[in-house]
């Protein structure tokens, strides 16, 4: 069945490290992915999604390409503000239109 | 726009006792999904409906029953509270099928 898998957490950075969220994912056909971001006491927002092999998808300086030789999907950031704490998820919608989510990674950044 | 809504905030249930969290989406998206989140856990998906009149289950449905009479509602029924449901439920709206979801708000519950 369709899955997805990502690294566990918690990750703690420092202001202005490079952050990286690995995201794997188990899918038949050919599936979106998308990146979710939930803040304390909040409901999840997109944070970026890709449609099709070789996507980018990038918002607020975050990027992620989608990768179907590795089925992966991971989530970049250059130089994270401590702003940018938050718990972070992995999905992907396939043809039956179901999501599937990651356990997600909290991320902390320190000043 | 209001977006997603979603009403109660929090809600404490006695096993056995029944309730209805509410969803109401304002965007007119066609699509509309009820999810659970466990503490340390990703999001399950319960129901989910892609129009007015039409439901289908998702990974984790038992215990929970849904409809959809409006394109703008999509309320969630437990009909016999059991502690397994202590959860926090978020609903979804989507404009088109594999598209980017807008998630309301949540709703804490927890049963004793």
């Known amino acids: 069945g369709n899955s997805v898998t990502q690294m566990e957490g918690p990750v703690t950075l420092s202001e202005e490290a490079f952050l990286t969220i690995n995201c794997t994912y188990t899918?038949?056909?050919?599936?979106?992915l998308f990146w979710y971001v939930q803040y304390p006491g909040e409901g999840l927002q997109l944070l970026l999604k890709?449609?099709?092999?070789?996507d980018k998808g990038s918002n607020k300086g975050f990027e992620a390409t989608y990768r179907k030789e590795t089925t992966s999907f991971h989530l970049e950031k250059g130089s994270v503000q401590v702003s940018d704490s938050a718990v972070y998820f992995c999905a992907l919608s396939d043809p039956s239109n179901q999501f599937y989510f990651g356990t997600g990674t909290s991320l902390t950044v320190i000043p | 726009n209001a977006g997603v809504t979603q009403t109660p905030k929090f809600r404490i249930l006695k096993i056995g006792q029944s309730m209805t969290l509410q969803c109401t989406q304002d965007?007119?998206?066609?699509?509309m999904y009820w999810y659970r989140q466990d503490p340390g856990m990703g999001l399950k998906l319960i129901y989910y409906s892609v129009g007015a009149g039409i439901t289908d289950k998702g990974e984790v449905p038992n215990g929970y029953n849904v409809s959809r009479s409006t394109t703008e509602d999509f309320p969630l029924r437990l009909e016999l509270a059991a502690p397994s449901q202590t959860s926090v439920y978020f609903c979804?709206?989507?404009?088109?099928?594999?598209?980017?979801?807008?998630f309301g708000p949540g709703t804490r519950l927890t049963v004793l």
């Open positions: 890709a449609t099709k092999a070789d």
């Open positions: 965007m007119n998206h066609n699509y």
């Open positions: 979804a709206s989507s404009p088109l099928t594999h598209d980017t979801q807008y």
């Open positions: 899918a038949t056909g050919y599936p979106s």
